[in-house]
């Protein structure tokens, strides 16, 4: 008995089977032309990047304005306050050169150091410590 549940499971699925591969649609073309796969991945990772050996190059950044040290301030408790370009830095955003009292330790962006005593000024574009010239009254 068991056996002819399991001839007659096995005739009815293959019957199904033959009658579905009659029945389905061709597949068609699996892969896709050329042209169809560069519509796909324009879509999938937007338009191709612009040559760049044709681009004119970039204009040079302006210049850093230049940094003048007005004026310092230590106080006894040992914090202190810098005035640069008359606006005043608070301790962590001023660092006071050890053993030299008054003057700044300005650290540049290019790991460069420069000292400014009060009333120097730091030129970047000519990378020049000048005295500062008193132009307003």
């Not at 000024?121 to 307003?136: F, K």
Request: net charge positive.
């Amino acid at each position: 008995m068991k056996c002819t549940l399991v001839l007659c499971a096995l005739l009815a699925g293959s019957a199904l089977a033959a009658q579905g591969q009659t029945q389905s649609p061709q597949l068609g073309r699996l892969f896709l032309s050329p042209e169809q796969r560069a519509q796909i991945d324009a879509q999938r990772y937007g338009p191709p990047p612009a040559d760049t050996a044709l681009a004119p190059p970039a204009p040079p950044p302006p210049p850093a304005p230049p940094v003048e040290l007005n004026g310092v301030v230590l106080r006894s408790s040992g914090r202190s306050t810098v005035w640069l370009n008359q606006e005043a830095q608070n301790e962590p955003h001023n660092r006071l050169a050890r053993g030299k009292p008054g003057t700044l330790t300005l650290r540049l962006s290019n790991g460069q150091v420069v000292l400014l005593k009060p009333g120097q000024r730091y030129d970047p574009a000519s990378g020049t410590v000048t005295e500062a010239q008193e132009t307003q009254p």
